[in-house]
């Protein structure tokens, strides 16, 4: 049976071949550190770092290559960033449809004594900036929003918010998991003050690779989560000043970052424009035959049901049967990998009304086709004609999840066991 690869907005899948013939290269041919060695394969390294640095910058419009910082993913970037801006009696401003990797730091920091407003978006997902005044505090210091939800695609009218940033001397600090390298992210334009990547959904790159770009005032106000080695001034122990040294202590993800250095270069090459015309293009064909099975009340299409502002993720639930036996089943007989959960977003759940139950998640990518949208299609027009009827049959059809289970399979799927051990053998433990 074919795989059907429809989780991008997890991560990217598959990847340009040269991606990973980089990362190849890399291990076996180079293996260097970089701002260490006084040798040629060390100072090749070095270059293809720097020309990553560049590549990002002229990607996002940043103003300087030097304040590129590399992270392990975007998670990690928003961490050093929050946690780094943030100070007791600060107060900030987010949006109700942030990931996690915004809200857990900020929840954290509430210990400290940060404090924050959620914004409440439509149940839609979309954000109404004239209303975001009445949520301004005299000790606001910034506006944290994602540039689209990772639950249903919509996106965040970023340049406006910018404005309002600018308007009321705000700081903008930006999410882009879910739309770099497909929708421009100019920085200069919606005037982002900090902005946070991740190298392995829309940049095409390896696991393990993200960052973040600070305009330049932002540098001394941005304290260092992380401390150690930088190969630089090493006649101290006082942490480097400048960039990009200010961030980065430590050994970097080289293997990776000459992975992600071969994705920029693809994207370069094949455009941006491109590839979301593609998606786009894909997710309305997705959209459009949703509508038929959801006028038939088997379904319901979550968020916007066009392509005006959003991107190639889609969320949907069914109406006759669970969740996640939808999503185990469209793997199972069909050979479609999906998401189904709260997707590490519980706060856009509750907003667009899928909490605590969840959805079915399908993103598009580059390497998708129409016939991987036909036969999506086919197959939740196949479950969901079959209705309650298909729920008895799956104990069949899926014995390690759910014969002999003594809980719900929903809790077996959506959350991970809270002790480590093989997939495999959780499975079967419940």
Do not use: W
């Amino acid at each position: 049976m074919r795989k059907i690869y429809l989780d991008n907005a997890c991560t990217s899948f598959p990847k340009p071949r040269r991606v990973s013939d980089a990362v190849y290269e890399y291990m076996t041919r180079i293996g260097s550190n970089i701002n260490r060695g006084c040798y040629m394969d060390a100072y090749s390294a070095e270059e293809m770092v720097f020309d990553t640095r560049q590549l990002l910058c002229e990607l996002f419009h940043g103003q300087d290559l030097k304040n590129v910082v590399f992270t392990k993913n975007v998670t990690e970037s928003l961490n050093v960033i929050l946690r780094g801006f943030l100070r007791p009696g600060d107060h900030v401003l987010v949006s109700s449809m942030e990931h996690n990797a915004v809200m857990r730091p900020l929840v954290q920091l509430q210990a400290a004594g940060v404090r924050f407003s959620r914004i409440p978006c439509g149940g839609d997902g979309s954000l109404q900036t004239a209303g975001m005044e009445a949520f301004l505090e005299e000790n606001t210091k910034a506006l944290v929003l994602t540039h689209a939800s990772n639950v249903c695609g919509t996106m965040m009218p970023i340049k406006e918010a910018g404005a309002f940033c600018r308007k009321h001397g705000l700081a903008f600090i930006v999410d882009s998991a879910q739309t770099a390298g497909v929708f421009p992210v100019d920085m200069e334009e919606c005037s982002i003050d900090a902005l946070a990547f991740t190298g392995h959904k829309g940049l095409l790159g390896p696991q393990g690779t993200g960052g973040f770009l600070l305009k330049e005032d932002m540098i001394r106000q941005v304290e260092p989560l992380i401390c150690g080695g930088t190969g630089s001034l090493s006649h101290t122990e006082e942490t480097p000043s400048f960039m990009p040294d200010r961030y980065e202590a430590g050994t970097m993800n080289l293997p990776g970052i000459a992975g992600l250095h071969e994705s920029l270069l693809f994207l370069k090459e094949t455009g941006t424009d491109r590839i979301r015309r593609h998606e786009l293009l894909l997710t309305e064909q997705f959209l459009k035959g949703l509508q038929k099975l959801e006028e038939k009340k088997r379904i319901r299409i979550i968020g916007k049901k066009d392509t005006e502002n959003r991107t190639g993720v889609v969320s949907i639930q069914t109406l006759s049967m669970d969740q996640a036996e939808a999503s185990a089943l469209l793997e199972e007989r069909y050979g479609i990998l999906t998401r189904v959960g709260l997707h590490c977003a519980p706060s856009a759940h509750k907003t667009l009304g899928t909490y605590p139950e969840g959805t079915i998640r399908f993103s598009f990518g580059f390497y998708n086709t129409q016939e991987d949208v036909d036969t999506a299609l086919e197959a939740l027009d196949d479950l969901t004609a079959a209705g309650p009827a298909c729920c008895a049959a799956c104990k069949a059809s899926l014995p390690l999840r759910s014969t002999a289970s003594t809980l719900p399979l929903r809790s077996v799927l959506n959350e991970r066991p809270l002790d480590v051990q093989r997939p495999s053998e959780t499975l079967r433990k419940h």
